[in-house]
């Protein structure tokens, strides 16, 4: 069972482009974290939101938590090839942590 | 290098074979994850120790069991291994385990199982 559905699944951009990575839920989460993984390697963490409608920004990234701590998104301004991999969402409930299905993310130079 | 170290980087074995699986956390991290990554599956929880104790458990199968040693290493063992049951897996380390998603875990590079 899924309980996180990532959007898009793949998303192939030129360079210098914008981006959106949506990660959505009809659960509630107590926090919301968000990973960059590269091919071979472990999830890096990127960010951590608790707060619903909290907005965190890291360089081009900002990452947002929904009012309801249900959803969350990943914006990134002016992609760079070192931008490219896979990214996830994670969101705790409980003592449960659970995975988001991933946005392949591929940008062009 | 995220500290967190894991053996072997690949494994390939038989079906109904037993494997066991390694893991060093960082210096100092109290708390040992293990997940499973599969196309079909994506990331999936298994199971968490904290201090020697088990403090979460996930989707692990019961043919699945893990333990965290006094030296706070930790070994997942895999028992009467299925062709399904071949994927990465993981393992992440974090300082106190708390609750609630906010303790930051950094994961190991993985250990690829391959079941033939």
């Known amino acids: 069972t899924q309980l996180l559905e990532q959007s898009p699944q793949f998303l192939s951009i030129q360079e210098g482009e914008n981006l959106t990575v949506y990660c959505n839920s009809s659960s509630v989460f107590s926090s919301l974290q968000w990973y960059r993984q590269e091919p071979g390697e472990g999830p890096v963490l990127l960010v951590t939101?608790?707060?619903?409608?909290e907005v965190k920004k890291l360089k081009r990234l900002t990452f947002q938590f929904g009012d309801a701590r249900k959803d969350s998104s990943l914006h990134i301004t002016a992609a760079q090839p070192g931008d490219t991999g896979l990214y996830l969402c994670?969101?705790?409930?409980?003592?449960?942590?659970?995975f988001g299905t991933g946005t392949s993310l591929t940008v062009i130079p | 290098d995220s500290g967190v170290t894991q053996t072997p980087k690949h494994l390939i074995t038989a079906t109904g074979q037993r494997v066991t699986l390694r893991c060093s956390p960082r210096s100092g991290d109290l708390s040992v994850y293990w997940y499973q990554q599969s196309l079909d599956q994506g990331l999936q929880f298994l199971i968490q120790y904290y201090n020697g104790e088990e403090r979460a458990k996930g989707n692990i199968l019961e043919r699945f069991s893990a333990q965290q040693f006094p030296d706070l290493h930790s070994e997942l063992n895999l028992s009467s291994l299925e062709l399904g049951d071949s994927a990465l897996y993981f393992c992440a380390s974090s300082a106190l385990g708390r609750g609630g998603g906010t303790d930051t875990q950094y994961f190991g590079p993985g250990t690829r199982l391959t079941v033939l």
């Open positions: 994670a969101g705790a409930a409980g003592n449960q942590f659970y």
């Open positions: 939101v608790v707060t619903g409608g």
